[in-house]
């Protein structure tokens, strides 16, 4: 099955810095999202984004598909944005994903 | 309320009983899945549903089975709880039509501890 990498594996910053989380894959994909998992375990949509970039606030992400890789861009950090972050992929236009091992972030006042 | 709700959220059972994990939704999505999470790791698909009379097994369906009673409905099931089905598990649901066809929505999660 297709292989999804993601790193760094963790990541500290302190507030307000800026960072870029990436997403390597195995295989063409149709279907590609990146999640934030808060502390409390909840999984949070955050891109829908097999191609392309998209923008949504202080957050940001491409996906260059046939290089096979996904970037996930994040400016002026804040203590929320602390959490684990899923880069996730599907070979087909469903939505059977398969999970990277997440980036765990942690914003530091 | 949420979209995709799971019940219950936390459950302490001891090995060999039988646990069912319910999920229900009411975003009108045809499909449903289940994921389990371990720590430290990524979600891994156990079973989907891409509609009532559809079932298929994931990556890691050993020990478990679904049942989708209902559009709206997809429960798990694990007939002889062992300590390593320890985990977070995870219901979504998918749609193919609109404007986010494809997008996976996810439950709360359901926290599972076997002894």
């Known amino acids: 099955g297709i292989q999804v990498e993601q790193s760094p594996p963790d990541l500290i910053l302190q507030e307000g810095a800026n960072s870029t989380l990436r997403c390597n894959f195995s295989d063409s994909v149709n279907n590609l999202q990146w999640f934030h998992q808060n502390p409390w375990g909840q999984l949070i949509n955050l891109f829908y984004?097999?191609?392309g970039t998209k923008q949504n606030g202080r957050l940001s992400a491409t996906t260059v598909a046939t290089e096979r890789y996904s970037l996930l861009y994040i400016s002026s950090s804040q203590t929320t944005d602390s959490g684990v972050y899923f880069c996730?992929?599907?070979?087909?236009?469903?939505?059977?994903?398969?999970f990277g091992e997440g980036t765990q972030l942690t914003v530091n006042p | 309320d949420a979209d995709v709700t799971q019940t219950p959220r936390n459950r302490i059972t001891k090995t060999g009983k039988r646990i069912m994990l319910e999920c229900s939704q009411t975003k009108g999505h045809d499909r449903m899945y289940w994921y389990r999470q371990d720590p430290g790791l990524g979600l891994r698909l156990i079973y989907y549903s891409f509609d009532v009379k559809d079932i298929n097994k994931g990556e890691i369906s050993d020990g478990y089975s679904v049942s989708r009673q209902a559009q709206a409905k997809f429960s798990l099931s694990l007939e002889s709880a062992i300590p390593n089905q320890t985990a977070l598990y995870f219901c979504?649901?998918?749609?193919?039509?609109?404007?986010?066809?494809?997008?996976?929505?996810f439950g709360e999660g359901s926290r599972l501890t076997v002894l």
């Open positions: 984004i097999p191609s």
């Open positions: 996730a992929v599907d070979e087909t236009s469903g939505s059977r994903l398969t």
């Open positions: 979504a649901t998918s749609d193919l039509r609109g404007r986010l066809s494809g997008e996976l929505f």
